[in-house]
């Protein structure tokens, strides 16, 4: 979090006032704090460069070496060459490294490569390249995938991923390419010139750049598309990446990638927010492709529209797209699809796909800054039982520490943390605590004492600890890259060391961007060095991702290596879907946010995140009733679910608004709750393909163009359709179903067809949400305190027919925590239904261990929505047992008519095979 009046240092506290008085708009936003691209010289340059305007770089000496092909880029330019180096991996990915000869006179230190990103097995997944075709001379191509070829041209330089088989034209049947406008620049590492400047300045700001300009430009092509989408962080309310520069854009920055705590963020910017991920996904009618650029310096992105370059015969076929760096190296993937859960599926082979999270995760939170004290805590959670709502944690922020100590508790207000913790977790509840990385520097503060007598702090310029402001005041960070002192921070989340805290405590990490109150644009000023000699710029938009790995690891280490973890972060990069969640940050109680958050959300699951929420209600300021219930409602289906304000807001607890919002608010935490054995199933899924929970439209329905830009609905994986309402007072809304199939409402049981749009009517209690014919939804409809108190109840399947009269779904279910699932210790069931006869069996993959996890829930009660009339007999057949239940017609809504069939109370176990039939 942050917060104007807190955030400078003592003596600004009257200035910051004065400002906010005098301010003539509540616009917080301080676009001057940060840099735009004209401001930043890099940007600059290589904004304004012309196409094929550089020197033309060509390719020279290819061979084959390291089971891929080796060259040298070399241009007149050039005073070294460059060493390019392709490889291709299983599954249709193609990785391009280009780095400087840094052994060639003079000798240069070497530049960044961004380690511990990539998964370890990766070079197990190489395809040896044994054969180069040169059919086309100055060509050289080789095989990628089954239907797709990697083709480097070598003068001048370019390289491209085409399909085969149409045709031997190497420049035919393009899905991407690089270099194609002659756009590609990478500034050399080398000595100052006399009376050169390399320091940069940037308001009170300098930074010293001791090692003068080392900026890489490119510029990347996507054929066939229609849209792009991705490279998060950015608050948007288009799902599709908009064009930057070109014909019909207004003069606009480009996409920035550069972590930032940026106070009160707009809902519409291209502005970089906390997190980067340099990763973009094309989509078209034709295919699906991804560029993905592992490279943790500050990037800018421009999204080119059509003519662009040549205003009288603009391209619409194609994206082109600038891509700019200030440092590190060029080590790029390109994915060839051909489908979005291909090219999710690719970047997740690379970057992981995201952990399977303890289920207690993901229900929901309770979150606020801050519950004052024990006694404010046992008030709360008293509420939620008062009231009849579920929630599974609560969440502290920075002030229950002992003066923004981390890993301490405020003598006074929490005297007693272990048995506070133990009180929450006698209803199956969790707390959360923050731990942010800006340590005190305090003398007394025992992590201090360590942190500097070990050398773990970040170095400035000349070698000091770097000192920078922050909540706790004058404060240090811990060089989190270095592998060495991950370890020593994750040793701190032991029970020993981590003095009142118990296994039911998880954690927050905010502020990890890092935030510096002082510094730079809010953060760490670039020339400080990490481990290595490695200067920030070069790991900044890093730095929150080992920060949240560390973390992540010590709480699998205090749990003996078989307890799942759950942290938070603000700051993300590639591959943070690894370590636990993230949310949007410090989003503001409006209408436009509310919006905003869907396709951040979906955006941040394409990149593989998909464990990612906003703050529902909004943390600055007060939501009225309407825009809390209405956020509680969307809410209620982000993969990460958190009710959180900021100490300045009135406290919003879903109890406070009135008796009729209370059970509006309620009722949209039941929807969680009895969704969670399907959001649990999902998880399962993601854990293993990398598809996320939540997805745009297109991902279920690539060839319907209609879906491409709707950032307005989205799938909760393949079967649930829900739409926002993010206007006040809303009378009616338009809902596209797409498909051929017809859709039930989830709420009423009516079925609507696919294929168009229709106009609903808003009702105050439910968005519009919609089961997809086809499938089957497992849910718990019984309400308890929290999750974990529900893991004995029985299930519902609700059956939607499509036009066979057929459906399918699944269940997985484990114990929730540990990683016996690892070793074969679940339960992963698939229902088909089909010729009246519904089949319940086992998934299990050959390979599986051999860990066994047992249930005994049963399923109470089946649903089936557009099943013919007259059915009158369920007939049950399992191993040991026959049976005959009369199927019932079922309201689903109070005045309304039958719309559903019901068999009541067949109690199949779910861990058993089973079949059921209805005659
Ligand atoms: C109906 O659903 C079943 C099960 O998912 C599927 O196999 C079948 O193809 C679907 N029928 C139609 C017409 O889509």
Not at 98 to 126: A, K
Not at 487 to 499: A, D, H, M, T, V
Not at 895 to 901: N, Y
Request: aromatic share 12%; hydrophobic share 35%; net charge negative.
């Amino acid at each position: 979090m942050a917060s104007p009046a807190n955030r400078a240092p003592p003596h600004l506290h009257f200035l910051v006032l004065l400002f906010l008085l005098l301010s003539p708009s509540i616009t917080a936003w301080k676009k001057d704090e940060f840099r735009n691209c004209n401001q930043t010289p890099f940007c600059k340059r290589a904004r304004s460069r012309k196409p094929n305007t550089l020197p033309p770089l060509s390719v020279s000496d290819v061979s084959l070496s390291d089971g891929g092909l080796a060259a040298r880029l070399i241009s007149s330019d050039i005073s070294r060459p460059l060493l390019l180096h392709l490889s291709v991996y299983h599954g249709g990915i193609l990785r391009l490294k280009i780095d400087e000869d840094s052994s060639v006179d003079p000798p240069s230190r070497s530049r960044f490569q961004v380690p511990d990103v990539l998964l370890p097995d990766l070079n197990d997944r190489r395809l040896w390249l044994s054969r180069l075709s040169s059919s086309s001379p100055g060509f050289s191509s080789f095989y990628l995938a089954d239907g797709f070829e990697a083709v480097l041209r070598h003068d001048p330089f370019e390289l491209s991923v085409r399909r085969t088989g149409s045709g031997s034209d190497p420049t035919q049947d393009r899905i991407l390419s690089l270099n194609s406008h002659g756009l590609f620049d990478f500034e050399q590492l080398r000595s100052k010139n006399d009376g050169e400047e390399w320091e940069e300045r940037f308001r009170s700001h300098t930074d010293s750049r001791p090692y003068g300009p080392q900026s890489i430009t490119l510029d990347v092509s996507f054929h066939d598309a229609d849209f792009v989408y991705g490279i998060p962080e950015h608050a948007s309310t288009s799902l599709a990446l908009r064009p930057t520069r070109g014909p019909g854009v207004d003069d606009s920055e480009p996409y920035r990638l550069f972590n930032l705590d940026v106070f009160e963020y707009l809902h519409e910017s291209p502005f970089g927010l906390y997190g980067s991920i340099p990763f973009m996904i094309s989509h078209g009618e034709r295919s699906t492709a991804g560029f993905f650029w592992l490279n943790s310096a500050e990037m800018q992105i421009d999204v080119l529209a059509p003519g662009w370059d040549d205003p009288e015969s603009p391209d619409d076929r194609r994206i082109d797209t600038l891509w700019m760096s200030e440092a590190g190296v060029v080590d790029a993937f390109f994915l060839v699809g051909p489908g979005p859960k291909d090219v999710i599926q690719q970047y997740t082979s690379l970057t992981g796909t995201p952990s399977m999270p303890p289920e207690f995760a993901i229900a929901y939170h309770q979150c606020r800054w801050n519950y004052r004290d024990e006694e404010d805590v046992a008030a709360v959670d008293a509420g939620f039982d008062e009231h009849d709502i579920p929630y599974d944690v609560l969440w502290l922020d920075i002030e229950h520490t002992d003066g923004k100590r981390y890993f301490t508790w405020d003598p006074v207000l929490f005297p007693n943390p272990e048995e506070m913790q133990k009180k929450l977790a006698e209803k199956g509840r969790k707390m959360v605590t923050i731990v942010d990385p800006h340590i005190k520097r305090d003398d007394s503060f025992f992590l201090h004492k360590e942190a500097t007598e070990k050398g773990y702090y970040v170095k400035d310029g000349s070698g000091r600890d770097y000192d920078g402001w922050c909540w706790s005041g004058s404060s240090s960070y811990p060089d989190i890259l270095n592998p060495e002192i991950r370890e020593w921070w994750s040793e701190k989340f032991s029970l020993q060391n981590y003095k009142g805290s118990t296994p039911t405590l998880y954690i927050w990490n905010d502020m990890n961007e890092p935030s510096v109150f002082n510094g730079p644009e809010v953060t760490m000023p670039r020339d400080t060095v990490h481990y290595g000699g490695i200067e920030h710029r070069e790991v900044h938009n890093a730095y929150g991702y080992y920060f949240h790995m560390a973390t992540a690891n010590g709480l699998v280490k205090r749990g003996g290596g078989n307890v799942r973890p759950f942290v938070l972060s603000r700051a993300f990069f590639a591959g943070s879907q690894r370590y636990g969640a993230v949310w949007t940050g410090d989003n503001t109680a409006d209408w436009d946010h509310l919006r905003v958050s869907v396709p951040m959300v979906l955006t941040l699951g394409l990149t593989g995140i998909t464990f990612s929420g906003a703050d529902v209600g909004g943390f600055f300021g007060n939501p009225e009733p309407e825009l809390l219930v209405r956020w509680y409602q969307v809410g209620a289906y982000y993969p990460f679910f958190r009710g959180h304000a900021h100490h300045d807001t009135r406290r919003r607890e879903p109890w406070l608004l009135g008796e009729r919002n209370t059970a509006l608010m309620r009722e949209a935490i039941h929807t969680r709750y009895s969704l969670l054995p399907y959001y649990y199933t999902l998880f399962r899924e993601t854990s293993v393909t990398g598809v996320p929970v939540m997805r745009p439209l297109w991902v279920e329905f690539p060839n319907d163009k209609e879906t491409y830009n709707n950032a307005d609905a989205f799938m909760i994986g393949s079967n649930l359709l829900i739409q926002g309402i993010y206007e006040e007072g809303q009378k009616s809304v338009s809902v596209y179903l797409p498909g051929k199939q017809s859709w039930y409402n989830l709420k009423t049981g009516v079925g609507y067809a696919g294929g168009m749009t229709h106009k609903f009517d808003v009702s105050e209690d439910c968005i519009p949400s919609f089961q997809r014919a086809g499938t089957i939804v497992p849910r718990r409809e019984r309400f308890r305190r929290s999750s974990s108190q529900m893991v004995n109840d029985p299930y519902t399947l609700v059956i939607a027919l499509n036009s066979s009269l057929a459906a399918e779904g699944e269940l997985y279910v484990d114990d929730g925590k540990s990683y016996d699932f690892e070793q074969g210790a679940y339960i992963h069931r698939r229902f088909i239904f089909s010729n009246g006869k519904l089949t319940s069996s086992s998934i299990r993959p050959a390979n599986v261990g051999e860990k066994k996890f047992s249930s005994d829930c049963v399923i109470e009660r089946i649903i089936f929505l557009g099943l013919p009339h007259g059915a009158k007999r369920a007939l049950i057949e399992t191993e040991n047992r026959e049976a005959d239940i009369e199927p019932g017609p079922l309201i689903l809504r109070a005045g309304s008519s039958p719309t559903a069939l019901v068999v009541r109370k067949p109690n199949l176990r779910i861990a058993d095979d089973w079949t059921l039939k209805i005659l």
